[in-house]
């Protein structure tokens, strides 16, 4: 058990040298003043093997990520720094704590599910203080994480996975590998695979990837068909390679097969690396990389410090639209739900619109995203605002007066509602305003249309958006972006320290409470809020 220790008094020495060596205080003595602790031993799991109480972890925890630390400089600076100590409630000459002790600390808080409290206890003493409004402002945007792992082809990636998986066996089972390891496995997979020199030539490489295929399968054959180890199957790199096998490789008639690319699962189903098996490639605006998505959620009340309410992740193949349910039932579970929501296209849907405002109370409001097809583009084209939707009678008519032929309810790929109005081909084809509608020859005009209530939302929105009003409202939402910046420049939050999922939004939650800590503090300061910045040859006045 972690030993428990409540926060008692500030040691007499620490007190008296440290307010004597920062007269105007400092964000640590600020904190330690006017909220105590924050944490409390309560607040953690409490496992693992003893070590400082988990309070004073927790805090140090926050620190390390405020100042972009790493476990042993967050060591050396608890030991040699006093404004940490008074922070800590430690005496002068307290050694501090072996770096390692950190790193155990995370590996508790993982396996409780409990990264979260980082942030949530922080934001409920932060309630008590009245620094935060229930059903005020929020806003939210995203941005891509890089996995801390190595980008790998597709060769090296089933090479190293078989690789990681002997060195898992090896560890765990020695005695039943040793017997059956081939001994071109050493020359093969002894080092990491993008250090190895593949054959020339495509013939030669396609002949190696083979023989990489069958090692795998010979392996999980041996493993299958031994009862003495059924519990190696449940290895997670055995799990791993059976997986990996089963979708870059096929046997036929016993015959390893390497599959086409064309063949392979999409990238939001496969794995890209053996060592995090959660990261997902993904693409964005010409911008490649392999990862996950963080959404930061933040406060944006005018007189009220603009703190960090949640952190989610996400794989980086789940659009921005997907996650706002996630966010809003956490926000909900928090008892901090805003009552208005800024965000940018990416997050807004008409059903959206609808099921925040009818669930959750909560009025979205964003831009939402312009209608595809080339008729976007062309100023004189039909539009979809411009056809008239009866929906009772369930049929659309289109500019020039023709009723649609057909009116069929579906789902989008992401689950939404959709109608499907079609109109015949040859009513299309007389219409002298074809070139305006659709440039189908064997089809008629075709719209997708969401449902009623989310259609009626979107065209709501967009009316909106128009009016000087709801521009001067969207405007704040634009501070989000400079969160997200900071998190990236000041935090390194675009690069995971950590593998996995959860690892990552532990990350991602210690780095939100350190942003916090800075922002409060600014608000006690009375510090204003930093403006937009201008370039200098931007600040000078225009002569004629």
């Known amino acids: 058990m972690l030993r428990p220790d409540p926060l008692g008094p500030i040691p007499e020495d620490t007190l008296r040298i440290a307010r004597a060596a920062f007269p105007k205080g400092n964000l640590y003595l600020k904190l330690r003043d006017e909220l105590g602790g924050l944490y409390a031993d309560q607040d953690f799991p409490a496992l693992g093997q003893p070590a400082l109480p988990p309070w004073r972890l927790a ?42 002790v950190l790193s155990e600390f995370r590996s508790r808080l993982v396996a409780g599910q409990a ?44 090479a190293e996975t078989f690789r990681a998986t002997l060195n898992a066996l090896g560890r765990v089972a020695p005695e039943w590998l040793a017997p059956r390891l081939d001994p071109r496995w050493r020359e093969w997979y002894d080092h990491r695979i993008e250090s190895y020199r593949f054959p020339q030539g ?52 016993g015959e390893v097969q390497w599959k086409p690319g064309t063949a392979v699962p999409p990238s939001a189903e496969r794995p890209e690396s053996p060592y995090d098996t959660e990261a997902r490639f993904s693409t964005k605006r010409g911008r490649d990389w392999v990862g996950y998505k963080l959404h930061l959620t933040e406060a944006c009340e005018p007189n009220l410090p603009e703190v960090i309410l949640h952190v989610h992740i996400s794989s980086s193949c789940i659009q921005d639209i997907q996650v706002m349910p996630d966010l809003h039932d956490a926000l909900a579970a928090k008892e901090i739900l805003p009552g208005q929501h800024l965000v940018d296209s990416g997050y807004v849907s008409g059903t959206l ?70 109109f015949r ?7 002298p305003d074809k070139p305006r509608c659709t440039k189908s020859k064997s089809l008629g005009r075709i719209l997708m249309l969401q449902d009623q209530a989310a259609y009626e939302a979107l065209h709501a929105m967009r009316t ?39 690892k990552l939004r532990l990350q991602g939650m210690a780095t939100a409470a350190g942003i916090n800590l800075g922002r409060i503090y600014a608000g006690w300061q009375g510090r204003p809020r930093a403006a937009t910045r201008t370039a200098r040859f931007a600040r000078l006045p225009l002569t004629a």
């Open 59 to 100: 805090l140090v925890t926050v620190v390390q990520f405020l100042e972009n630390l790493t476990d042993r400089q967050a060591a050396e600076q608890v030991r040699a720094r006093l404004d940490l100590k008074y922070l800590l409630g430690l005496e002068l000459t307290d050694p501090g704590f072996d770096f390692s």
């Open 353 to 422: 619109l609808v099921e925040s405002l009818e669930q959750y109370g909560v009025e979205v409001i964003g831009p939402p995203r312009s209608a595809t097809g080339w008729q976007q583009k062309d100023p004189n084209a039909f539009k979809p605002s411009d056809f008239i939707v009866h929906w009772d009678e369930h049929y659309v008519v289109c500019p020039r007066g023709h009723r649609s032929s057909k009116w069929c309810m579906g789902r989008s790929q992401q689950g939404l509602p959709l109608v499907k109005a079609t």
């Open 425 to 431: 081909r040859g009513l299309c084809n007389r219409c």
């Open 202 to 253: 495509k013939d030669a490489r396609l002949a190696y990837v083979l023989q990489v295929g069958q090692d795998g399968f010979s392996l999980l054959d041996a493993l299958q068909s031994d009862p003495r180890v059924a519990p190696l199957l449940s290895l997670p790199a055995v799990q791993t390679l059976a997986l990996v096998w089963s979708q870059q490789f096929v046997r036929k008639d």
């Open 464 to 502: 909106q958006q128009e009016t000087p009003e709801w521009k001067v409202l969207y405007q704040q939402r634009a501070g989000i972006e400079g969160t997200v910046s900071v998190a990236v420049r000041a935090h390194g939050a675009r690069t995971a320290r950590y593998r996995g999922k959860a």
């Open 115 to 158: 990264e979260h409290l980082l942030l949530d206890r922080m934001l409920e003493r932060f309630r008590e203080q009245g620094l935060l409004k229930r059903r005020g402002q929020q806003r939210t945007d995203s941005t891509h994480v890089l996995a801390a792992i190595r980008y790998l082809t597709r060769i090296e990636f089933v």
